[in-house]
């Protein structure tokens, strides 16, 4: 994948599980909104989710993402 395609790959996983959260949750928005903090508030996640990816070769990219996001805003 090229440089400038990683960003935006990134940021649609993190709105397909923000989206994910706010269906399974009752449309309850603060899961969503703890989601897109975790990945919009902090410049270095970028490049923290490209090292679990290669720390983690073998789930998928949106597994690696939930794993993450999991430590931060629950399940």
Not at 31 to 37: H, L, N
Not at 58 to 72: H, I, N, P, Q, R
Request: hydrophobic share 40%.
């Amino acid at each position: 994948m090229k440089a400038e395609e990683r960003y935006p790959f990134m940021a649609g996983i993190v709105e397909g599980l923000a989206y994910a959260r706010y269906a399974t949750n009752g449309k309850d928005t603060a899961a969503m909104r703890c989601i897109y903090d975790w990945f919009y508030e902090n410049k270095e996640r970028p490049h923290e989710i490209l090292v679990a990816f290669k720390r983690f070769p073998d789930y998928t990219a949106g597994a690696v993402v939930a794993a993450m996001l999991t430590k931060e805003c629950g399940r």
